[in-house]
């Protein structure tokens, strides 16, 4: 019953018996082998064009070198309040690109346009002293469990082209958006405005696999040297082309995270029907936000369950009885019918 | 035939099967686990005291982040002019620590403690257009396949201790050095006035396992901070943590260098009794550097040896003839007799 | 009748006079002469403590080293919202130290207490993705014309002194400040817990004369590197000794501030009477806020009135009328009643 | 008898009227006044060309923000091993651009060619390791007192410019070289591949004005954020502005440095016919380096004196006898032929 998050899982079977197979072989380093080559060859594929593929270690750095990527001095980053790199990442993401995070509100985790427009009239051009408008980064799906609509994405990142500002994706989770929209990565992508997508795999199965693809080359053009002189140029690349291509093959990676937004799917049912527990808020990815009474949280965490407390948000302040407690149920390709079934069995027997 | 580079090798099948256990379970992430806790108390064991660990994703993190880990305005950090922090890093060291490299001379790869003095003295104290002398970084083994000796480290170690410059220490090879000087790690660090190192293990039989080891507990109290903010915490740490585990069992890593170090004095051997080959100069490690016949060095090639031309150093240009090259040979724990042989008897046959 | 800014204004006669003394002599340069020296040691008697003070080019740069000076890797300085480092200088208080600016509400462009120990919240110890408290910093006087009591300064001070942070305090209009509470320097700043303050004399009567102050030790300990690293260390360091010296002789500063300060309340008097104007905000400085009939505007400005628009603030949005519009006055030294009565006239007239 | 450096003057007659004119009038802050745009006009007269001026308020500011302007993530920039922006400003280039200094040799404090070339070749393209190159920087007149003829300038620019490479030129001696070759501000910069300059007038009888000048102007285009980031954008920018009128106004710049050369001839030709004193090398700007008899020296310094003892360049070891120093003498405006010919008069007589 291990909810706590999906980075809680190991790695799937497939893709550790890639890696396997990986090592007993000898290759060329520092993403040159033939492997490297076919494994970038294979994100044209999922991309439905050509793209440029640079794999990093952690999200962190897949979005702190994303945003390198497009620094301007005294440049401004447009993201959500809630974003991971405002909130998640010690300032990382202003680290590697020398830019501002600029907080936008929304309802959701979603940047609402409007905000992000006023927001923006706050930079104008020429305005030295305020600094300059340089991106907008979304996140898909949301840090609080939900999923930007097509429409949603491109009512952002519009905004963004009438400011010729380059658009930004945070898919840590990019997977369970996916499936949970029932679209394809170039829909959910390039072809609504996006230009750069950090594209994660280590929360959904893999050991260590993030990459940065760049749909828009003109930012790919110096990341080479980005990504070196941010120490995140892996000599045994090809350990993380070998995870990919397991991950990517036969639509394992869509598989997984299939059935970890249904094990979230039969944790929303579960709770809502229980006196004890119920939905802080509607979610469509592989995250649960429930109100439990403390009665409750004690049980599971007795019998083994792993979650993390929540902090309530100001605007929902009043959605938390003073017995009750707001938390995180995170589902993963590891997560079993099971595990979901006796966390709401202990949940509502208490 | 693969002589390009330690990093060329695949992971220690051990080290596979540590790895492939791991991938079945969960466990807290971000280092946080029990497992990661295990293997940083085996890290006091083998170093005899308590040592701070963290780990990293490249051998360039653990080197530019120990670094950021002494940074100070101003500073600048000596290093021989060969290191990889300067020759090899695309300026990383710079960016995390925000200091400058000094380059420093020396033979066979090694700071001359008479130059590294000499040079010191161009950064009085209080001399602030000049810069503050920071930090000392020394390579074991070094990049041109040497080893420092415990003396020669404690002669440059004792000029940092009279200015009260910490010293780092790049151990990327740290195992074929130690087995090469037939010594303990704590007397090859610590002991000899090392506060900081590298302790690379992925060119020895990992896929990716870079710590940095901090005997000095004041340079370590910031540093959770500093990895977090560089991008280089892992979220399923434990994937580094299962390597280490195996890495450090029962002696493998020091089975694995050792047997890179055979099969380098076997090249050399070899080499020495070639007409169409010589040795460049000594190396103790398992590097050897070769002057080569272009005859040779073409036959090897076309029939699939793998080795790198290296550049000859200004101070050695009569070194090599118009008709030759010079080669640098890297061996690992995968190299095999076989490889060796076969690769002589070309070279001797062309 | 130049409103706009009170740097508009040019330089006071006796600091004029003072420069052109110094124009004719030899001394030595980067703050060695003994005129620096001798300034140093008057900022002493000012404060009535030992101080450590460097001489920076810019109000921005005060602000953005005395930051730097406390820079912790992944902290965060708290700030008003409105707060100068925030809004004003294009991101080089978060160049400078590495760290970021996170916004705090209050009204009257001060920082409310009780959101600033919530803000703080968000920032538990050791939670490392979310980095650490690690400054609070307050403007004195506000950006909004207003000016912190000694007991408000201290309700934030206390808070930060409670997390051990230590506090600066952003002095660009300080002499407005002092003489409008009718207190002393040492009172206002580190009897009230300041650890750090940029002191500012460009915008009361000099050229370019502003000042780091340092109360607290320990933070000034490496700050001449980061003044020279951050290229503010003037060669002819006693061109801004001079200003100084002339500025806190015989309490010109306060003089100057006073006379500022009251052309202000003159102004605030004559709109308080008018039909066509009113104050949008009390102020106590050299600033005032004004809601006036674009009729009145343009008359002033074609008359010769220079005043700037000022952005409505998104609570007040309905502080202004669709024929009006929300303008800031500034007064400095050199401002006469003359221009203050002209203005007050025109707008009055039309 | 003021020879420690040319910053130890004070300011020109000519230069502090003009700067009383300015002290009484209002005017538009952040270099948008009348005179700002007349001074800016006023360069492109003087370069024969379509220039972008940006005032800053050090040289080491104007050589580090100019190379923050041609700013390549993992650059390196090629610069005379005694160059200021290695030697002398504590890593504020390396700070503000993000790039490293790599030093090149070369004879009389000019870079040599051929061993520029030769560095230029350790940095292949796209080998990302090592790092690229990304600029060539020169100082006129050099930090040892010489002076790059046209020739020598564009030998440099020329390999600079085979590679693609913007030029930086370091003048903080503009005029003090410009005069020694009797050439134009055109002939010695753009006309000779330079597309970037900084402009000094503080040595020169300024107070504080340097100016960085741009004949590229792409390497403009971003550049008022990067100065407003860097914390240099004057409010009062016009007492800059006012400074550079004047210094520019009827040739007073060429005639201060013209007689601070004169001023150094004259202690040239005296060192020359003394015993107890000879040149180090030769010089042909303000800067005169002699080796001096230890009694010379102490007796000249009794007196009243004041020069700076100059480290012996390691290729020189045997230049300096056991009783002998090696010193700097530095000319100014402000520097008189009584100065000169008593401290010769004292030299001799020791």
Known sequence: MFFASDNWAGAHAAINDRLSKESTRF???????????????????????????????????????????IARVGGVVFAHSEAHVIEDECGAPDFFSGMRMVDVEGAGGKIDPAKLKHRMAGFPQDALHHGRAAAVTLTQATET????????????????????????MDGARFANALVALGTTPAEMTWKRGVD??????????????????????????????????SA??????????????????????????????????????????????????????????????????????AKGSAFYDWPVPYAMKDLVGSDEILIRLVTSFATTQEDVDQFLSICGAA
Not at 149 to 168: D, F, K, N, W
Not at 209 to 223: H, Q, S
Not at 267 to 285: E, K, P
Request: hydrophobic share 45%.
């Open 27 to 69: 290759a060329a380093a520092y993403g040159n082998s033939e492997l490297d080559k076919a494994v970038e060859a294979r994100f044209n594929e999922i991309f439905e064009k050509d793209v440029s593929v640079y794999f990093v270690s952690t999200g962190t750095a897949a979005n702190s070198l994303s945003l390198a990527s």
């Open 145 to 168: 469990g939900t999923v930007y609509s097509l429409e949603e994405i491109e009512a952002v990142t519009a905004i963004a082209r009438e400011h010729a500002l380059p658009v930004h």
């Open 196 to 229: 750069v997508l950090s594209f994660g795999g280590t929360k959904n199965g893999c050991w260590c696999a993030e990459a940065i693809v760049f749909f828009n080359p003109d930012l790919a053009k110096d990341f080479g040297y980005i990504r070196k002189r």
């Open 232 to 301: 995140q140029l892996f000599s045994k690349t090809r350990f993380i082309s070998a995870q990919f291509e397991a991950y990517l093959q036969d639509g394992l990676w869509l598989n997984l995270a299939d059935h970890a937004n249904a094990m979230a799917s039969r944790l929303r049912a579960g709770i809502g029907a229980l006196n004890s527990a119920r939905l802080a808020w509607d979610t469509t990815s592989n995250e649960v936000f429930a109100v439990l009474s403390r009665a409750s949280a004690e049980a599971a965490r």
